[in-house]
């Protein structure tokens, strides 16, 4: 494969892609139309097959290609491509092995990958970072760890990379020198770092999110959001845009694993919400320089979650907390439209819209269809009876769903 090709790869793809971490820009939102509404073990699934080992990353969809990651137990570390249209594993690539510290949700492979038309990038929590071609040749592969130090977090790395134009986007904050990271995708060398040391303490360090991009009119801006703090870098540059405090929360474990999302007039994102003790901030855009107070839009509490990370749809926000409890809030003034359980089980799986749609899913793999809007409205209540922890993918007309064994495509 010529550099050329690589280098073209990367900015071409359709709007029906899904490269990355809940989508193209990490907030979990679908242009698509015609999106399913109902499934079941035997209805509306185009196919299933079993995925080898587990891993809690979420697919990701470029063409007729699914990539997804998992640790074998042998503490392998893979990454698998699908045939999107038939479910059958192209390849399935070894590439490396380890495992660390974690909490037993989840493993090394909970970083979901990115991926253009040429290739995939993939980072797990050991720190091993690798880019392989569509057809699972390497070409290049690095340790965060070894160039940039060791992790100390308590609960296991579980960030994912961003991908924007020809550069990859890593944010490290743990309880050691935390830092935010642009990498050459073709080369895998460093073009800038950048060290986030906020004045936080104890666990509110570490934090398990993963960054969004935000296209504005001055420039794309990374969004990144942990240690009590949010804030916004010039991709390019790296230079800092802008930064806002005001997110420590009323316990001892503030460490954020929701992650931030973001349009183009508000900018959300969630403190720890352990114990439902957490709290939702959202900032208006536009801003530089120090902005806790200048562009402070609301905050609250009651409806912070702690896992699931909240989506931006049609002028709402929607969250779902870990007990199953969601929300609607407007986005402009922070005002509540309605607050339902959904799920009497354990929810760790962030929301994804299309359609006109809000796709809710319990750890149970049960999921909640309710029609955009501030009022409650469920459409379909669908139940695959099978454990899950990853956000679904909607590429091509159809939910791309992971369980703990097995991936799902379910269309229409």
């Not at 949010?230 to 694993?257: C, F, K, M, T």
Request: with cysteine; aromatic share 8%.
């Amino acid at each position: 494969m010529t550099l050329c090709c690589i280098v073209l790869g990367a900015s071409i793809l359709p709007a029906d892609d899904w490269p990355g971490w809940s989508g193209r820009l990490g907030t979990g939102i679908s242009t698509e139309s015609n999106l399913p509404l109902a499934w079941g073990p035997d209805k509306n699934i185009h196919w299933k097959i079993d995925i080898p080992g587990k891993g809690m990353s979420s697919p990701v969809i470029v063409g007729d290609r699914i990539y997804l990651t998992t640790q074998t137990g042998d503490n392998g570390l893979h990454v698998i491509a699908i045939d999107r249209l038939k479910g059958g594993i192209l390849w399935d690539r070894k590439i490396g092995a380890g495992r660390l510290k974690t909490h037993d949700f989840h493993n090394m492979a909970t970083p979901t990958p990115t991926a253009d038309s040429s290739n995939v990038w993939a980072l797990f929590g050991t720190g091993d970072m690798v880019c392989l071609t569509k057809d699972g040749e390497q070409i290049w592969k690095r340790n965060l760890q070894k160039d940039h130090g060791k992790y100390e977090i308590m609960w296991g790395m579980g960030t994912s990379p961003v991908m924007h134009g020809n550069r990859l986007f890593v944010a490290c904050m743990h309880q050691g020198p935390s830092y935010v990271l642009a990498v050459d995708s073709i080369t895998g060398k460093d073009i800038w770092k950048k060290l986030r040391q906020p004045e936080s303490k104890g666990e509110a360090l570490d934090s398990y999110s993963s960054p969004v991009i935000l296209p504005t009119d001055q420039g794309t801006q990374l969004i990144v959001s942990g240690a009590d703090h949010i804030n916004a870098y010039d991709v390019d540059s790296g230079n800092e845009i802008w930064i806002s405090s005001g997110l420590q929360v009323p316990h001892p474990y503030g460490r954020s694993i929701s992650g931030p999302t973001a349009n183009q007039e508000m900018i959300v994102t969630v403190a720890s919400g352990f114990q439902n003790r957490g709290k939702v901030m959202a900032l208006k855009t536009g801003g530089h320089g120090i902005i806790t107070d200048s562009h402070l839009a609301w905050t609250m509490d009651r409806f912070s979650p702690d896992c699931p990370s909240p989506i931006i749809y049609k002028g709402l926000v929607y969250f779902i907390r870990d007990d199953g409890i969601a929300s609607c809030i407007d986005l402009k003034s922070g005002e509540p439209h309605w607050q339902e359980r959904l799920f009497k089980n354990n929810v760790k799986v962030s929301p994804v819209a299309g359609d006109n749609k809000i796709y809710f899913m319990s750890g149970q793999g049960s999921c909640k269809v309710l029609k955009a809007g501030p009022k409650m409205d469920v459409l379909a209540e669908n139940d695959l009876d099978e454990n899950t922890l990853c956000t679904p993918a909607i590429s091509q007309g159809s939910l791309y769903i992971r369980t703990e064994h097995r991936l799902y495509s379910v269309g229409l």
